[in-house]
Every structure is written in structure tokens, then in C-alpha cells.
């Protein structure tokens, strides 16, 4: 079965149903060896324990990027080839990088009471998380506001890629500007500058959250698919009685 | 009694639907929180001094915001004739429709305001007032509220409109809310003195509200 197959929601259905069993046990297994490794891993000699709040706010911040990322390629895909999955992609991603990016201003925000002494801090590398964060609440709102899937599907890949301007802003926020987050330690020219002993668990974490990412993305495609598919029918049925 | 309450439950169950525009309030609460520090700096010290009223600014402009879809969308579908012309009294029915904009668009933004409030370095007594002060001032802003909406009902891009007549008649509740809010943490005025008037401001627009708006509906739908 070739992958371009999958574009018919039926086949993508019954490849989502037969998958998510195996992706969720694989993201298990990932949390349990990620878990495992975040325990062993060192306290860091400044911070202390408290660093292990990194391997919660890192993957939340990267998994944050990539569902815009995979949302702007599903854009591509509905203005552009007109892939009858796009625009179910797109919409099923947005809750999950809404959440994550969540996750990563949260966690950050308790990391930083401790060491910086604020909870918050105007610096750009916060303030284009916080953009990308209404970013998605405003595609979340926009796909709840217009009532016909695919016209909503239009307006949210435009917007979609206007706001992926944001991505590359994030990234190099902290070096275009003079801020109180760190600079790059992973994604960086040269080598990493963090410690094998921390980057190792990093590294684990983030793989495990983005199969929890990937999990979670299949099932809600089929969800959209399904949800509708009961649209259609109520249509139908209410067209019938007349 | 009943046909209220199924009013009440028709209303909060269209508010929370597609179109409906719930959770926009909140949402347009959080981007002009976002965009006040941007404008001033990043000074936290400032923006904590002026925070209460920045959050007191952002709620108003919400709510005035979401009173559009208060009368307007059921005049153009054609269902608030089938209202008015209901079995109950239109002051209570006004009245009701008010409530459910309320709890959908006015308490969302209370529950989000101490965790906005974060934003702008509040402390934990600062952002207990403010959210007082909120939970209080909101009622009154969407009563008087509903008073521009019932005037502009007829009108498709009334928006700005509306926006003309309700902020005039909304001061008072913004100056009180916002010295409560201030008087909690410093200055020489206790919290009780505004804030008293300031539940005197909601409970008198709880009154004059329904009434003035039902008296508008009247007007318009002739």
C-alpha cells in the first residue's frame, strides 16, 4: 500500500485505528526509559534538582514550534496540492501544539520564580512563545467560528502561514535580542554546550513526547474524520424531513 | 419561570457553540494584556504600579466587545421577535439574556484575571482585589451594557456605535473598580469606600438596565 493511499480518509481510518494501539504503547515504553533516565540523570552544580524542570519545558517548547510546523505544511497541502487530508491535519494539531506551547510557558514560568526570582519577564524569547501561544488560540477560534469544514479550512492555512513568521523569531530571539533567557545550547553552530549526562535524558524526553504528539495527532485525525462524517449525515437527515 | 430558564440554557448553549464567541472574550483579554506591555517596556516595576488598571482596561474593551452578539444575532435570524413577543415579562427577559452574557463572556475573564495578572508582576493581594473588584464591575458593565446593545439592535455595523454609547455610561465603573483595586494594596482610602459604591453601581444597573432595555427593544422592533 503506497503512502499516497492514505490520502483517502477511509484507508487513513482503518491505518489509524490499527496504529494508535501501537504508537501508544511505543510512547509508553519512551515516558518509562525517559522517566528512568530523568531520575539518574545529575543535578546540575548551580541549579540543583531544579534543572529537571528543563526536561519538561525543552520538549514542550520544541513539540510547540513543530505543530506549527506541521500545520504550515498542512496549509501547503490544502491551498496548494488540495490533499483531501490537509486540512483534518491541520485542525487536529492545533489543540496538541496549543498544549504543548502551554506546557512550556508554564514550566517555564515555575523554572523561573526560583532562578530569576519572577515568574515573568517582558524579554523576547517569552514574549514570541506568548505570541505563538495566541497564535493558536486564534486558529483554535477561527476553525470553531465558520461553520463549513473546508471554507474554515482556507481561512485557518492562510492564517496558518502568516504566523509561521513567528517560528524563525522564536528560534533566534536569543540572539537577535538581548534577553534573560539563555541562548542555544542544542540547535546551535558548533556543538551542544550542555553535558552529555543532561543532554542524554533531554534527548529521550523529547522523543517520547513527540510520539505522545504523533499518538495523539493520529487519533484526533480520525476523530475530525469522524466528527465529520456525523456532520454530513445530520445535514442529510435534516434535508430528508423536509 | 420556565420559559426563563430555557432561555437562560438556549443562551449559554449558543454561546459556547460554533459562532458563539464564549471564550473570545478571554482570548481578546489576554492579546491587549500582551500588547500594553509591549507598547510601555518591559519595566515590570511600571507595570506593576498600573496593572490594575491595564486588567480593568482590557475587561472593559472585552465585554464591549461581546455585547455585538447580545441582541443582534437573535434579531437577525429572526428569533428575538419570537422572544419579545414571549409570554414572559421583557424587562426579566432582557434581564435573563444579560445573565447568560455575563456568566459566558464576563466570568471567564474573572477566572483568567489572576493568572493574567501574572503577567504583569501582580502580587498575590493586588491580584486577589482586582479579581474582586472584577467579579463585582463585570455585572454592571454587561447591564449597562445591554442598554447600547438594545439601541443598536437594528443596526448591521452598529459595532463603534455601540461603542460610543456604552463607554461614557461605563466610567464610573471603571474609576471605582480600578480605586478598589489600587486602595487594596496602598494608598490612604480604605477598600471598602469604593468598592461599596462600586457594588452600588452594579446593583443600580441590574435595575435601570432591563428596564432601559426592554424600553429600547420596544423602540426598535415597532
Redesign the interface.
Known sequence: MALIDFANPSQFLKFATRAVPWFAGATVLAFAFGLHQVVSAPDDYQQGATVKIMYLHVPGAWLGMLGWAVMTLAAFGTLVWRHPLADVAAKAAAPLGAAFTLMCLITG?LWGRPMWG??????ARL?SV??LF?LY??VM?LW????DPSRAARAAAILTLVGAVDLPIIKFSVDWWNTLHQPASVLRLGAPTIHPAILLPLLVMAGAFTLLFVTLQIAAMRNEILRRRVRTLRLLQASAVS | MSALASLLMRDLRVAVRVGGGALMGVLFFLVVVTLTPLALGPDLALLRRIGPAILWLAALLASLLALDRLFTADYEDGSLDLIVTGPAPLELVVAVKGLAHWLTTGLPLIVAAPLIGLFLDLDAATAAALTLTLLVGTPGLTFIGLIGAAIAVTLRRGGLLLAVLVLPLTVPVLIFGVAAANAAVSGPLPFGTPFTVLCALTLASMVIGPFAGAAALRQEME
Do not use: K, Q
Not at chain 1, 118 to 123: A, I, Q, S
Open positions: 514560568s519572577t515568574y515573568w519577564v517582558w524579554d514574549t506568548l505570541i495566541l488560540l486564534g477560534a470553531r467560528t465558520i461553520d
